[in-house]
């Protein structure tokens, strides 16, 4: 019930396109949804964050949408660019404790 | 943005050594923070919640005796790996939460341990 379930596990997308990634949660506990980027050899950078109270939330070229009755939430990058290759986590955290159950990754590459 | 910094960013140690890994929160104080282990192109499994003046909380499966967790001020956190083998090998990384906080974690760079 700990599980949050990530699609795809990779991604490629030419420049200027939609890279659009999935994410599902089992736990209704779980209030706290963010995802993150990391590039290699780095660690994991907060892109941009929801809670279940809101069913979408943009930043820039970034935005969350979530579905509180599915239990699914996805991240959507508009006009990608090369910059944006890297591997992105979905997290699912319950409580003010931040203890997050990340998902697989993805690995976005976009193309020129 | 809040900054946590991880140190070494990287070790390379001779098997039955211990290596200690540490974390600190730079700008902000920070009671709780979190051990994470990623092995290549995998996600990051917490190993351990790391609190301020108390014991770790270890997560199920993780040996406490081998993955030793000080959390001696509201700044630092420290993983020692104790007796360390090759498997042992791999990207340690911490985080920190804010203590006046909507609720945001920061991740420090990572340490990627290679045991011989």
């Known amino acids: 019930q700990q599980q949050v379930k990530q699609s795809p596990q990779s991604l490629i997308v030419q420049k200027g396109g939609i890279s659009i990634i999935n994410c599902a949660y089992e736990n209704t506990a779980f209030d706290y949804f963010p995802w993150y980027q990391q590039f290699p050899g780095k660690g994991p950078a907060l892109l941009i964050a929801?809670?279940?109270?809101?069913s979408e939330k943009k930043e820039g070229r970034f935005t969350i949408s979530f579905n509180k009755s599915a239990k699914q939430f996805s991240l959507h990058i508009m006009d990608s660019q090369p910059g944006d290759s890297a591997t992105y986590f979905c997290a699912a955290g319950k409580g003010g404790g931040n203890k997050l159950t990340f998902g697989t990754g993805t690995q976005l590459k976009v193309e020129l | 943005g809040a900054v946590v910094s991880q140190h070494p960013s990287w070790v390379i140690c001779k098997s039955g050594t211990s290596v200690k890994i540490e974390c600190r929160s730079l700008?902000?104080?920070?009671?709780?923070m979190f051990w994470y282990r990623q092995f290549p192109k995998q996600s990051l499994m917490l190993m351990a919640t790391s609190n301020e003046g108390s014991k770790a909380t270890y997560e199920q499966g993780v040996e406490k005796d081998k993955f030793l967790i000080n959390h001696a001020s509201l700044t630092l956190s420290t993983l020692t790996v104790t007796s360390a083998h090759p498997e042992d090998s791999s990207f340690y990384i911490c985080s920190a939460k804010r203590d006046i906080s909507t609720g945001e974690l920061f991740f420090g760079e990572g340490s990627r341990l290679t045991v011989l």
């Open positions: 700008d902000f104080q920070a009671t709780t």
């Open positions: 929801i809670r279940p109270d809101v």
